[in-house]
């Protein structure tokens, strides 16, 4: 038999050949840590573990200043945080409060990183409201669109004054990109950047998360996150928060929407980000405590593969460990 002519097995035959033909990088600069900081954990008690987050906690405030130095210290792109408050209501103050956990958060965070880390805030109410959903509520119990952007103005210029460098808008309202660029901008916080959760889908993943942040929701977010069947309404949904002045785009979650990242990035200019979430995480971590993956191999293919589907940034719970990873 004649041997085929043309040999794609040459170019994989050492690990140095296919070092120089890969097309796709992963780097510590790409990846972004969320982590989460409790309001009331005191430094004595030590960091709470997340039992469906493996590996991943409940920060103190000195855990949390540990964790971000080190992330600085690794060059990852960014921390984004997450505060969960003592006391939720049904609007959510502790998000406005410039004493509220997340707002502390950021200021102690920028005090020990400075500008060697770009640190980023989710700008959201459900780890706020005592209801669990990312808004206030009409008397009907409906998300109440409107309402709800008059406090998320009110947490961007919070958040700015504790010094934020990126805000993370992540609560699906219409038009929240533009009244967070306008609340910004009227407090001359022109340099805060806005990472827009543009394409932000009501997905069965985020279960993990809902134990990081003592989630109180009951039901489901469907009435304001996007449906799974849509593609086509992501990529409008991008091309909205573009024009309403996103800095920076994401797809959320990865994994099950590659194919919305890939059409995304080959639509727009602005950098993408794509957010590996705690489902995600928790699948690989628990197949891994079985022995039924390779838990090293896993997490960095799953990330280039977000990075292959077109991801600039990946905001992943395992941004340190990867980043340790790739200097091996
Ligand atoms: C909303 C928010 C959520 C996540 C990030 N920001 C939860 C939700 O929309 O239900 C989920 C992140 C994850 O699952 O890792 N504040």
Known sequence: MEPP??????????????RLVAETSLEARQLVLPVFVREGLSDGEGPRPISSMPGVVQH??????????????????????????????????????????LNRAIRDVVGEVGDTLPVMADLCLDEFTD?????????????????????????????????????????????????????LDEASHHDVAVLAYSAKYASAFYGPFREAVDSSLQGDRRSYQQDPANARE????????????????????????LDVLRQVRD????????????????MVEAAAANGWIDREAAILETLLSIR??????????????AARLLTR
């Open 5 to 18: 002519v043309v040999r794609p097995r040459r170019l994989r035959s050492t690990a140095a050949v296919r």
């Open 60 to 101: 103190t405030r000195s855990s949390l200043l540990a964790a971000a130095t080190e992330a600085a210290e690794l060059g990852l792109g960014g921390i984004m945080l997450f505060g969960i408050p003592e006391h939720k209501d049904a609007v959510g103050s502790g998000a406005i409060d410039p004493d509220g956990i």
């Open 131 to 183: 209801h669990g959903h990312c808004g206030v509520q009409t008397r009907e119990g409906r998300v109440d669109n409107d309402a709800t952007l008059e406090i998320y103005a009110e947490m961007a210029r919070a958040q700015a004054a504790a010094g934020v460098d990126l805000v993370g808008p992540s609560g699906m309202m219409d038009g929240q990109v533009a009244v967070v660029r306008a609340a």
């Open 234 to 257: 992501g990529l409008r949904e991008v091309l909205l928060d573009i024009e309403q002045g996103a800095d920076i785009v994401m797809v959320k979650p990865a994994l099950p929407y």
């Open 267 to 282: 639509a727009v200019g602005v950098p993408v980000a794509a957010y590996n979430i705690s489902g995600e995480y928790a």
């Open 308 to 321: 292959r589907a077109g991801a600039d940034v990946v905001l992943t719970y395992w941004a340190a460990e």
